[in-house]
């Protein structure tokens, strides 16, 4: 409800807001300019500028009848610079205080000056824990010859309370014009400064006020930059028969150049290996790549600044230089957001500044992975025309193309992996690819490719996976020892060794994270319905103790709306994981009709063959034959051509 009171408030806040409005009318040819012309005399930016239309101008035709713009301009009391008073009593703007101590404590001060015929009294309040002005230092000070007298009390009263720095009278005096302080206001020729020399005041004299001051720099033609706040301290503490400064004008200030923002270490001498947290430095971690995905900000455009025109004391304008524009520095791979100003990247990959160009390379390319490069992540493509030396990784979100070997080292990639030489991972080396990996051989490796594994030679004491085929198809073909696993086949021309020194075993026909994943699932959703069997023993009870009593205690009922929000989680979730088993069983099945072994050489003996979770072991060396599955066991078959129509050689690698 809005009371008087409030009202009453509301008003005087209002009131407050407004005598703090100071306006000026200004008449110039156009509303650009008027502004122009009032913010120099504000000392403040248009933007802090609010007006009232006057009189609207008129261009005229052909230059007749033109009419100036009146406008009546006043600055927004919230956005008015507020004053802050440095250690040595200069004043400073609120916008230029930055770096600059506030005065946190100070003496309370008092001036007393004759005006006219009166002795008038100024008293600045201590601040913080400064020490206040005594009213008997004031009496002291008032009596002199000329005094004729002077309210003690009123004195006294004003000590305590402060002017709030304005001179209140106090007593009167003898005045002898004749002894009058007398000053001269002097400008110099390029009318930037003007100055005010004082010549003291004998006994009986009146000192020179702020209105005198004012007075005399307008009687001389001053329009712009007169100083209240320099007066005022001159008439507080006047330095006699020397110049001061009591007008300035207002210089003019070139606006700032366009600027680039950078979001990326620009200079690479910068970019320092990583630490540990024990303060190493892990000098395979050399941090040397900037990684940026799609749309990621890069850059930022500052935008010039327009010149804040000056005026001169005679109200002359003073000229001021716009800021200098810069063109965006686009490179390859990158794009303007729609602000015009910010720089984005259009491909993930890594962000260069080659030629002052900002760019993104979705390929990397470097001539090995050593100590010189360290470790390697990168959003994209890596090229290594060289060697991966051991103990070094590369992480691609594209493809891991390497022109030389593969050492005891880890490649991740999220797309193919082309080793045009051979993996020797020496047990400890690891492959891990998202899409197809294409190799001469591969040795003491573990590999796991979401796609089909072709190789040229052999795969030797590894554990290798892949989702769909591995396909050995060069003059040797051979796989030795360790464990192959493919879903669909495993097509070689010799698998195993003379003697079976070495364990061989091939599974194919089945998917085995699908099946550990059912069967996860299947668990979870058994443990599921048992938790649902008691609560709805509890909701059951619950709700017959409802129907007898009618109502239930608060806490009983919440619990109720518990256990039925609980019931409620549980069979959404016990539906996703129906959905989720479905899928997997329907994949399943599709497995049915393939997993073959294709063997054109030779099979030897104690090679482990599995299809389908079903068993053969080789007891004599075979020759051409296919290992398949049917009805329950593992079948062998006379050896045919696999069709691999839908097997495709890397594309677009250099």
């Given at each position: ?613 079903e068993k053969d072991e080789v007891r004599a060396d075979t020759k051409n034959l296919i290992f398949f599955y049917e009805n329950g066991f593992v079948r062998r078959g006379k050896y045919e051509q696999p069709n691999l129509d839908d097997i495709k050689g890397p594309e677009g690698y250099s």
């Open positions: 409800m809005v009371t008087l009171d409030m009202i009453r408030k509301d008003m005087a806040t209002f009131l407050e807001k407004d005598k703090e409005i100071h306006f000026i009318e200004v008449r110039a040819d156009t509303l650009d300019e008027a502004l122009a012309d009032a913010a120099v005399q504000f000392d403040t930016r248009i933007a802090n500028l609010e007006y009232e239309v006057v009189e609207r101008g008129f261009d005229g035709f052909l230059g007749l009848a033109k009419k100036p713009w009146c406008l009546k301009i006043y600055q927004n009391p919230e956005l008015v610079k507020k004053v802050v008073v440095g250690k040595n009593g200069e004043v400073i703007d609120s916008e230029e205080e930055e770096g600059i101590d506030r005065i946190t404590s100070r003496d309370g001060a008092f001036y007393i000056r004759h005006f006219g015929t009166e002795i008038m009294l100024k008293v600045d309040l201590p601040i913080g824990e400064g020490k206040p002005a005594l009213a008997d230092s004031v009496i002291e000070e008032l009596n002199r010859p000329d005094t004729k007298k002077f309210d003690a009390d009123k004195i006294r009263s004003l000590v305590e309370s402060g002017t709030n720095g304005e001179y209140v009278p106090v007593g009167d005096y003898n005045h002898e014009p004749s002894a009058d302080a007398i000053f001269v206001i002097d400008i110099s020729s390029d009318e930037l400064k003007a100055t005010a020399t004082i010549n003291p005041p004998a006994l009986g004299g009146a000192d020179i006020s702020v209105e005198q001051i004012k007075r005399a720099l307008t009687q001389q033609g001053v329009v712009a930059g007169i100083s209240d706040e320099k007066i005022q301290a001159l008439v507080d503490n006047p330095s006699y028969n020397e110049p001061v400064v009591v007008a300035e004008a207002v210089l003019p200030v070139d606006g700032k150049d366009a600027y680039i923002t950078y979001n990326f270490e620009t200079d690479r001498s910068k970019i320092r290996a990583k630490q540990a947290a024990n303060g190493q430095v892990d000098f395979k971690e050399l941090n040397l790549i900037q990684n940026v995905v799609e749309g990621q900000p890069l850059a930022q455009k500052i935008l010039a600044e327009h010149g804040k025109s000056g005026k001169t004391l005679y109200g002359r304008y003073l000229e001021a230089k716009n800021g200098r524009d810069i063109p965006l520095p686009i490179g390859k791979n990158v794009k303007v957001d729609k602000d015009g100003r910010t720089i984005l990247a259009a491909c993930n990959g890594q962000v260069l500044l080659i030629n002052d160009k900002i760019c993104v390379e979705p390929i990397m390319e470097v001539d090995g992975v050593n100590i010189k490069t360290g470790n390697i992540t990168f959003l994209g493509t890596v090229i290594v025309k060289g060697a991966v030396e051991d103990g070094f990784n590369v992480k691609a979100s594209g493809n891991i193309e390497v022109s030389g070997t593969v050492g005891k080292c880890t490649l991740e990639s999220d797309g193919d992996i082309i080793v045009s030489s051979g993996i020797i991972g020496r047990d400890e080396g690891k492959i891990v690819c998202g899409g197809s990996l294409w190799a001469k051989f591969i040795q003491n490796t573990t590999v796991r490719v979401e796609e089909n594994i072709i190789v040229t030679d052999s795969i030797m004491n590894s554990e290798v996976s892949a989702q769909k085929k591995i396909i050995l198809n060069g003059k040797r073909a051979q796989i030795t020892g360790g464990n192959v696993f493919a879903t669909e086949c495993v097509i070689a021309k010799n698998i195993g060794s003379e003697g079976g020194g070495t364990e061989t075993v091939i599974s194919v026909g089945f998917d085995p994270r699908a099946k550990k994943r059912l069967e996860e699932l299947l668990e979870m959703q058994n443990n599921n319905i048992k938790t649902l069997d008691e609560l709805e023993l509890n909701i059951a009870t619950l709700e017959n103790m409802k129907k007898v009593r009618k109502s239930l205690p608060k806490e009983k009922e919440e619990s109720l709306y518990k256990l039925n929000e609980q019931k409620n989680e549980i069979i959404a979730e016990n539906a996703q994981y129906n959905d989720e088993i479905e899928n997997i069983q329907a994949r399943l099945r599709q497995l049915k009709n393939i997993g073959k072994v294709y063997v054109s050489g030779t099979v030897y003996s104690g090679v482990k063959i599995f299809v389908r979770d």
